[in-house]
């Protein structure tokens, strides 16, 4: 069972780079690492997905070293609005679908 | 395009009662799971449903139980209500796993159940 392990909380100020390491030792061949972003009282939202190296889109970059027990989510210029809880999850995988565990995420607090 | 629509959005239960919660999933999705996420927690995963059956199951007892119809959507059944249940029940849809490759939830804005 794939487990991730993140900080808890984080500060930043607006303007500057983001970085949000995710441990994930257990990480089966075939997975998957997926980043969701969640304001209160909402449901989580996708941010970003790779395997392997670094992906980017438009809202961030992920970065996944060759050994994949890691992953680094990058939120270039965060802005108030940015403030969320930022989840790593990686794939479970058994009887031809996925089981998606979410660890407690990192509380990002963005200020002004 | 319809994203994952859950309902009701708000409902107060008391103890020992009976609760179920809707979700129709996103277009072109055929799985559904659900989550139960209590107040500063993360997300926990309660069971997965896929051609109309539970595929997979969290660490949740029986009194948490559910369905799938035939076009994809689905049902949270809660029994005997706990004041422990009170949480925001998030559903999720994405479609089936090939034997490799990526998967990714769409989640509802969630239906939050408070027990008194």
């Known amino acids: 069972l794939a487990k991730t392990t993140q900080p808890i909380s984080m500060d930043s100020y607006e303007g500057q780079e983001v970085n949000i390491t995710c441990s994930h030792n257990?990480?089966?061949?075939?997975?998957?690492i997926t980043w969701y972003q969640q304001f209160p009282s909402q449901g989580p939202r996708f941010i970003i997905q790779g395997y392997k190296t670094k992906v980017t889109n438009e809202v961030a970059s992920l970065f996944i070293p060759a050994d994949r027990k890691s992953s680094t989510l990058s939120l270039p210029r965060v802005s108030l609005s940015d403030t969320a809880v930022y989840y790593c999850l990686v794939g479970d995988k058994a009887s031809g679908t996925y089981k998606y565990i979410f660890g407690t995420g990192t509380r990002l607090k963005v200020l002004a | 395009d319809a994203g994952v629509t859950q309902s009701p959005t708000h409902l107060i239960k008391t103890r020992g009662q009976q609760v179920t919660l809707r979700c129709s999933p996103k277009?072109?999705?055929?799985?559904v799971s659900w989550y139960q996420q209590a107040l500063g927690q993360g997300p926990q995963f309660i069971f997965q449903?896929?051609?109309?059956?539970?595929?997979q199951r969290g660490n949740f007892p029986d009194r948490f139980s559910g369905h799938q119809f035939p076009n994809y959507s689905s049902e949270l059944n809660v029994n005997a209500l706990l004041l422990g249940d009170s949480a925001l029940y998030l559903c999720a849809s994405s479609t089936r796993m090939k034997s490799s490759g990526a998967n990714v939830l769409t989640f509802g804005a969630g239906s939050r159940l408070t027990v008194l």
């Open positions: 449903y896929y051609e109309e059956e539970e595929r």
């Open positions: 257990n990480i089966a061949t075939n997975d998957y």
């Open positions: 277009s072109g999705h055929d799985t």
